[in-house]
């Protein structure tokens, strides 16, 4: 089964940055690669999905990018309320999985 | 507004049963697959069943397949997840959650519940 790495795991950083998201697939998926927010004490948020697609009501600083096996979930300019978890996830060649996350923290 | 609303988790022995139930609202049930996806305390995202609009097709994870059944009932707008056997590894928070395409199943997920607990233990 195709095996889901996401990078860093954990992630401190400062109001107004710009951050890319790792999510680094064992084998190509095709771009069949979505990308969730799950903020603290809440339900996981589509972001984005098949890679590059946005989402309605999903502000424009979040943006995805890539193909093969590498993809990135960009935020252009960090804001407080984007202190969450994000997951990778991908139903391609084998079931459909989640990536284990990468941790947002603010400085 | 979509609503997905989660019910029927709680503390169960290992070995015993457990349904939980789904209400849905504010779109056409019958449209769209719908699936179960489970969070382990502190743990990741693990998807855990899915379900087409009829209810003639399921799918399944390995690592649950023949112990949980997803069900549907199309008139009363609710989505059921049967689990059987069940094991301390299965202690988790339960969402309900729409695929993401109307009519054909999307691999995806685009609304959740708020999720229900189910802890297994003696």
């Known amino acids: 089964d195709v095996v889901l790495t996401q990078s860093p795991a954990t992630l401190s950083v400062t109001p107004g940055e710009r951050i890319s998201l790792s999510c680094r697939a064992s084998e190509s998926v095709d771009t069949y690669l979505h990308w969730y927010q799950q903020k603290p004490n809440e339900s996981p948020r589509l972001l984005i999905k098949y890679a590059s697609q946005s989402i309605s009501g999903i502000p424009s600083r979040f943006s995805g990018s890539g193909s093969g096996t590498d993809y990135t979930l960009a935020i252009s300019s960090l804001q407080p309320e984007d202190v969450a978890t994000y997951f990778c996830q991908k139903y391609y060649s084998g079931p459909l999985t989640f990536g284990s996350g990468t941790k947002l923290e603010i400085k | 507004e979509v609503q997905l609303v989660e019910s029927g988790g709680g503390l169960v022995q290992p070995g015993r049963s457990l349904k939980l139930s789904c209400a849905a609202s504010?779109?056409?049930?019958?449209?769209?697959?719908m699936a179960w996806v489970r969070q382990a305390p502190k743990k990741g995202l693990e998807w855990v069943a899915t379900i087409s609009t009829s209810g003639s097709r399921t799918y399944y994870p390995d690592s649950v397949k023949g112990r949980f059944t997803i069900s549907r009932d199309n008139a009363k707008s609710s989505l059921y997840l049967q689990m059987n056997s069940l094991k301390s590894e299965d202690t988790a928070t339960y969402y309900c959650?729409?695929?993401?395409?109307?009519?054909?199943?999307?691999?995806?997920?685009?609304?959740w519940g708020q999720g229900v607990m189910v802890t297994v233990s003696s």
């Open positions: 504010g779109f056409t049930f019958s449209n769209y697959y």
């Open positions: 959650a729409r695929h993401g395409s109307l009519g054909y199943i999307a691999w995806y997920f685009d609304y």
